[in-house]
Nanobody
């Protein structure tokens, strides 16, 4: 059974940092990419980052490029999202999501994934 559990969301001041974690279980192959998707009230859902199944490829939305870093600990089956220089516009519920791709190095910033976690709230105060 596929399961994704996020943690690490919190209230932080502008310019601060947070690290989100996504514990992934049940993903038996090397072709499951993991993405971080955020949803803010009144805004469209945005995929901010994605990392490939083998961890070799990472992509970022322009809105977070240079500030966020995604990484994957394959031994622990955890995907991290390090968020630095946070801005009020980063405030959102952040979801961890997974999708199966043909290539182990595939990590596209797709809007829809087949498996989702429950989300974790990130609030950045101004």
């Amino acid at each position: 059974q596929l399961q994704l559990v996020e943690s690490g969301g919190d209230l932080v001041q502008t310019g601060g940092s947070l690290r989100l974690s996504c514990a992934a279980t049940g993903f038996g192959s090397n072709f499951w990419a993991i993405g971080w998707v955020r949803q803010a009230p009144g805004k469209e859902r945005e995929t901010v980052s994605c990392i490939s199944g083998n961890g070799d490829t990472a992509n970022y939305a322009d809105s977070v490029k240079g500030r966020f870093t995604i990484s994957r600990d394959k031994t622990k089956n955890i995907v991290y999202l390090q968020m630095n220089s946070l801005k009020p516009e980063d405030t959102a519920v952040y979801y961890c999501a997974a999708e199966l791709f043909a290539g182990a190095s595939d990590a596209p910033l797709i809007p829809n994934f087949s498996s989702w976690g429950q989300g974790t709230q990130v609030t950045v105060s101004s």
